[in-house]
């Protein structure tokens, strides 16, 4: 256990829908990371929020979009999804925006219909 | 942004050494070298990080030559609990989080 909750654990939508998931990091970290991953592959990074603020973004679109709260958890938001959109999304916290391990959460495994 | 190779999958017995290579050709003066595994329907978890030569923790060891355009990770004597995806991320800061397709490690009793 990491100490990185992830919610909801499953989440199904219908295509053209918003989704909201949600990740509490662990005690004392200050930087979140989000990433995709679909079945068979590695995790994709999407974004990376640092007190409160995005801190690095990697290839995907502005329908993905993200917050920071001031007490370091974090929202990944996606709108009018896709069915590509499906895969699990997974949360990482760490100490700092640097080279810092990353302590994964369980992931959320969304899917689109 | 330093790009990873790494070999799909590979088979190895319980109770030997397993070494996965990493290629990083366009690894940068400041990039780091990390290793995560992870299991089917789990988050990565952290294995080990180095910049040079060798490091060494409680569950691996990671070797790094002078020109630094590869990385080897090795596990001693692995068990059937070993078997899972093992990433290699080369950067530092917000682009240390780039994974690859990983590789694939399969132990067999």
């Known amino acids: 256990e990491t100490g990185v909750t992830q919610s909801p654990t499953h989440l199904i939508k219908t295509r053209g829908q918003q989704v909201t998931l949600r990740c509490s990091s662990q005690?004392?970290?200050?930087?979140v990371s989000w990433y995709q991953q679909a079945l068979g592959q590695g995790p994709q990074f999407i974004f990376q929020?640092?007190?409160?603020?995005?801190?690095g973004r990697g290839n995907f679109p502005p329908r993905f979009s993200g917050l920071q709260f001031p007490n370091y958890s974090s929202e990944l938001n996606v709108n009018a999804l896709e069915l590509d959109d499906s895969a699990l999304y997974l949360c990482?916290?760490?100490?700092?925006?640097?080279?810092?391990?990353?302590?994964f959460g369980p992931g959320t495994r969304l899917t689109v219909t | 942004l330093a790009k990873t190779t790494q070999p799909i999958s590979m088979d190895s017995y319980e109770g030997q050494e397993v070494n996965i290579t990493c290629s990083h050709n366009?690894?940068?003066?400041?990039?780091?070298i990390t290793w995560y595994q992870q299991f089917p329907s789990q988050g990565p978890r952290f294995i080990i990080q180095?910049?040079?030569t060798k490091v060494t923790n409680e569950v691996a060891s990671l070797f790094i030559p002078a020109d630094r355009k590869s990385s080897t990770l090795s596990l001693p004597r692995v068990s059937l609990s070993d078997t899972a995806v093992y990433y290699c991320?080369?950067?530092?800061?917000?682009?240390?989080?780039?994974f690859g397709t990983g590789t694939r490690l399969t132990v067999i009793p």
């Open positions: 990482a916290s760490s100490r700092t925006s640097g080279r810092d391990e990353q302590y």
């Open positions: 005690s004392g970290h200050n930087t």
């Open positions: 929020y640092y007190r409160e603020e995005e801190n």
């Open positions: 366009n690894i940068a003066t400041n990039d780091y």
């Open positions: 180095g910049y040079k």
């Open positions: 991320l080369v950067g530092g800061g917000a682009n240390n989080l780039f």
